[in-house]
């Protein structure tokens, strides 16, 4: 029960949300939930969330605005995570239809060739974050 002279807070229900690259700004829209790729894992948001910074993986920006479900292929960067705002400064980042899938299959073809090569001047772990960048790239534009 609330006495007389306190107030009711209510939770918003939306945050705003963007996403930047240097190229560009991305997005700047207001959104209801988002996921996104942190090193750990992947991190539900949803309005009125704890503040947090963290360094993002590539991986897979989903969220929902205005009802409908958009995604992004990410790689790299840091989110900071507001009750009220999101801000993902993204190395890089493509929306579907951006992405050239060609380009993508053949940067994949590239990293699986090099991964299974046994030449020691190949640097793994640069091969399998190509890789992974080729792949999430290639499951996103199959969003279109």
């Known amino acids: 029960m609330l006495d007389a002279g306190s107030e009711l807070r209510t939770v918003a229900e939306t945050f705003q949300l963007e996403i930047v690259t240097?190229?560009?700004?991305?997005?700047?829209?207001?959104?209801?939930?988002?996921q996104?790729?942190?090193?750990?894992?992947?991190?539900?948001?949803?309005?009125?969330?704890a503040p947090l910074i963290t360094?993002?993986?590539?991986?897979?920006?989903?969220?929902?605005?205005?009802?409908?479900?958009?995604?992004?292929?990410?790689?790299?960067g840091f989110a900071e995570v507001?009750?009220?705002?999101?801000?993902?400064?993204?190395?890089?980042?493509?929306?579907?239809?951006?992405?050239d899938v060609a380009r993508a299959q053949e940067a994949k073809n590239r990293a699986e060739a090099l991964?299974?090569?046994?030449d020691p001047k190949v640097d793994y772990a640069r091969a399998e974050d190509a890789l992974q960048r080729a792949d999430t790239r290639l499951s996103v534009a199959k969003e279109k």
């Open 36 to 49: 996104i790729p942190g090193l750990s894992g992947y991190l539900g948001i949803l309005p009125g969330h």
């Open 22 to 34: 240097p190229a560009k700004l991305m997005v700047k829209d207001v959104a209801e939930e988002a």
């Open 82 to 99: 507001l009750p009220d705002k999101v801000t993902i400064l993204a190395e890089a980042a493509e929306r579907p239809q951006e992405i």
């Open 115 to 118: 991964l299974k090569s046994n």
């Open 55 to 76: 360094e993002l993986a590539v991986g897979v920006i989903t969220y929902k605005a205005s009802g409908a479900t958009h995604t992004l292929s990410v790689a790299w």
